[in-house]
């Protein structure tokens, strides 16, 4: 009896010409490009506020993304030029919406912390959106919101004194 033989090939067959068999490249989120345009700018910056929170642990969700720079408030303009080339909103001085919804504020100080060279040192290194950020400790955040006090901050300071806690004792057994 003849065997039947299939109209296509199970398995994919190799190609002439290397450049089908490459993936295409992956893409990036905006929040990713206006790092690398940062990084290509040599900007300095860490992640703050509850995203930096968020990014250590603390069970909270948020809005926006807050990104202190090393730069002073008057190279704002800068900024957001840099912004413009994704795309982005600009909303204020220092809050831009990029192309896919997501809000970033940029800091130029915050407030109750060092300097931010000071408080760069002590930053902690974590992968977000496939890259290596400086991210303020919680320890920092806690100390931030506790500062200001707005009202907003003060009901995050509970969920930031139970992950610290936590993560203390895990570190300790």
């Known amino acids: 009896m003849a065997e039947r033989r299939r109209k296509a090939p ?3 067959q190799p190609r002439r010409h290397s450049r089908r068999a490459l993936a295409a490249p992956r893409k990036l989120s905006p929040l990713a490009r206006l790092i690398h345009a940062f990084r290509k700018e040599k900007i300095r910056f860490q992640v703050a506020g509850m995203r930096a929170a968020i990014l250590q642990g603390v069970p909270a969700t948020t809005l926006d993304t807050d990104l202190w720079l090393d730069l002073p408030p008057r190279q704002h303009i800068r900024v957001l030029n840099l912004c413009r080339n994704p795309g ?7 809050v831009v919406d990029l192309s896919d919804g997501s809000t970033v504020n940029f800091l130029y100080r915050v407030d109750g912390l060092r ?3 000071q408080e ?3 930053a902690k290194k974590l992968r977000w959106l496939g890259l290596q950020v400086a991210v303020l400790p919680l320890s920092r955040v806690y100390k931030s919101k506790k500062t200001v006090g ?3 901050d003060v009901a995050h300071l509970p969920l930031l004194e139970q992950t610290m806690r936590r ?5 300790a057994s």
């Open 88 to 94: 982005a909103t600009i909303c204020a001085n220092t």
């Open 10 to 12: 199970v398995r994919a």
């Open 167 to 171: 993560q203390r004792k895990a570190a």
């Open 120 to 122: 760069f040192m002590r």
């Open 150 to 152: 707005r009202p907003k």
């Open 115 to 117: 300097t931010f060279a």
